[in-house]
């Protein structure tokens, strides 16, 4: 049985991220692949929705300029013959203030020939906010 | 083939939430259930860690008092055998205001024998924050 394409592109991601190493992620990403994660562009320039190889390349280099990546805990997962849906707790350190930041994202990826050609990625972006910017939003109480 | 436990309750859920039926949803939910709603608590009550069937019954509750859902645009699915993850794009009514809300959720969900027993719920929530409040939260722009 051959290793799902999901895993491979996981370990490739981090090595980019966290060893500047993108030779093994270029080669598991489709030409043409569609890619968005969805929140505040204007605080991440790194967020929003990119196409083919060479923007998702870049824009994981921006992220990789930004941040590493310390723990990974995958809470949930489910794998389709070329496609994987997960959970994951990220551990990560902002590069220019030393700070942890902990993040949790859900992804939805399709593969085409082991490569990745779509790939949706939802993060839960308030609490993003709030330790990026290092103190909390005061939110009014809205809902009974 | 048997049609998979997500769209029996897929459609209970929503017909709980919009036309307080709970019978079809209450038959569908495990006993012991494990649920959690990522998401800022203070602002929204109903989001956050419930157990068992009376507490989730109950939350469901709290969100059909909130909101009514308008549509549902399922963006992306994965089904196992006694698991489904999805994306969904909702379009919600927010009672106490009558304003519209749109809402993108990523869920991960188990079933044993036809009922909920797990599910883990993230949601866009700066956006919701945002939409909540009525207006934009001014962000600093913090990464290159």
Chains 1, 2 share one sequence.
């Not at 991220?17 to 990403?29: G, K, N, S, W």
């Not at 505040?40 to 941040?67: Q, T």
């Not at 070329?82 to 990826?109: E, G, Q, V």
Request: charged fraction near 25%; hydrophobic fraction near 45%; charge should be positive.
């Amino acid at each position: 049985m051959t290793e799902h394409s999901l895993w491979r592109f996981s370990r490739a991601l981090h090595r980019a991220i966290d060893e500047r190493q993108y030779a093994d992620l270029e080669a598991l990403i489709d030409d043409d692949v569609d890619w968005a994660i969805y929140g505040p562009i204007d605080m991440f320039p790194f967020f929003g929705a990119r196409r083919g190889k060479a923007a998702v390349l870049d824009v994981i280099r921006r992220i990789a300029d930004n941040v590493r990546v310390h723990r990974v805990n995958r809470e949930s997962v489910l794998l389709g013959v070329d496609s994987a849906a997960s959970m994951i707790r990220y551990s990560l350190t902002a590069l220019d203030s030393n700070k942890p930041i902990s993040l949790r994202l859900a992804h939805f990826a399709q593969f085409k020939a082991g490569r990745l050609s779509n790939i949706r990625v939802l993060v839960d972006t308030f609490d993003l906010v709030e330790q990026a910017l290092g103190r909390p939003i005061h939110l009014p109480k809205l809902a009974s």
